[in-house]
């Protein structure tokens, strides 16, 4: 073959590579355009249910601020403040443009804004929700990766037995057993609770941590150990391990170069889970080691029925899981390149 020929075939395969990669991209973006598209629809709706539940919420909001002081005439003023006078769709309006604007209301119970209220115990519940997604994911999914490469062993079952007994647990056993041998009566070298001063970062007092975060871990750690182990036994059940086998590679990596990468998109979509699950199992938690987090604060706001804050802190778990939805789909897609080459013929 000639020179010519040779500058030639090597032009082709750059320019089908580059059409390749844009084509990848395109389908790639075209997907994230979708699913946000349905992200905010479903944001949409979620908030007309919130919206809708705080409604019919027993009481009237004006009479749970003023309390026994109240009289007709401060109720009708504070009536008109709050647009209760309004009709629902009224409301609904007031509340969404306010939201659009960075504005979503005053809370209730102290008269201070409802975002700076909320911020602060997001702020703290993250804390916990990374920490343990981390900790729990990267111990669950080393294990299952462990326990797969000695399939049927004596390990393999032990960790298997230690998964469907933690799983069999609820989160509150699980902590108090913690306190009892960490705080109160075994070993006193952690805090039973984890009181978070007013004001102060929850990072500034690892030790108050330490407990909460335990607890989270050892609920999510199961699901992700299970799910790894799953994941990875298959692919080293799959055709093309046997024929690296076969090959006369050897069992480490077979392992690493062959079965793992195929079982990312088990991992991210198990990481996505355990987030989705620590945001709502959160609650029980903190409550439990009375820790000032999202959980804390939404069950007060509905006792002192401070709707701005309900609404608010509701509305931002679910853009929280929309978000996790979308990321951890994307993510996915990327990391498995059957789902996203374009197919030929």
Request: glycine share 8%.
């Amino acid at each position: 073959m000639s020179l010519t020929s040779h500058a030639d075939a090597g032009v082709g395969a750059v320019e089908a590579s580059g059409r390749r990669s844009g084509s990848t991209w395109a389908m790639v973006g075209g997907f994230v355009l979708r699913r946000g598209l349905l992200g905010i629809v479903t944001l949409v709706l979620v908030s007309m249910l919130i919206f809708g539940a705080t409604q019919v919420l027993p009481g009237n909001a004006a009479y749970a601020v003023l309390g026994h002081s109240a009289t007709p005439q401060s109720l009708h003023i504070l009536e008109r403040q709050l647009h209760l006078n309004e009709s629902v769709v009224a409301q609904y309006g007031h509340w969404v443009s306010g939201l659009l604007s960075g504005h979503p209301g005053v809370s209730l119970a102290d008269g201070q804004p409802a975002g700076a209220a909320v911020a602060k115990h997001l702020e703290n519940s993250a804390v916990l929700v990374i920490f343990a997604a981390v900790i729990g994911t990267l111990l669950g999914v080393g294990a299952g990766i462990f326990a797969a490469s000695r399939r049927d062993g004596w390990l393999d079952h032990s960790f298997t037995v230690l998964a469907l007994v933690l799983t069999a647990l609820p989160e509150f056993l699980i902590g108090l057993t913690l306190v009892i041998i960490f705080a109160t009566s075994v070993f006193h070298v952690l805090p039973a609770v984890s009181v978070i001063p007013p004001g102060t970062s929850p990072l500034s007092q690892p030790n108050l941590l330490v407990l909460p975060i335990a607890t989270l871990v050892l609920v999510i750690l199961p699901y992700a150990f299970r799910m790894t182990r799953a994941a990875v036994v298959e692919a080293l059940e799959s055709d093309y391990v046997e024929m690296a086998r076969l090959k006369g590679m050897s069992r480490r990596r077979v392992l690493f170069s062959h079965a793992l990468p195929n079982t990312v998109p088990v991992v991210v979509q198990v990481t996505a889970l355990n987030l989705l699950y620590l945001a709502g199992g959160i609650v029980l938690v903190e409550y439990l080691f009375n820790y000032p987090g999202v959980g804390q604060e939404l069950v007060a706001a509905i006792s002192d029925r401070d709707i701005p804050v309900v609404q608010l802190l509701v509305l931002c778990l679910a853009a929280f899981y929309v978000v996790v939805n979308i990321g951890a789909d994307v993510i996915a897609l990327l990391a498995t390149p059957r789902r996203r080459l374009p197919r030929s013929g």
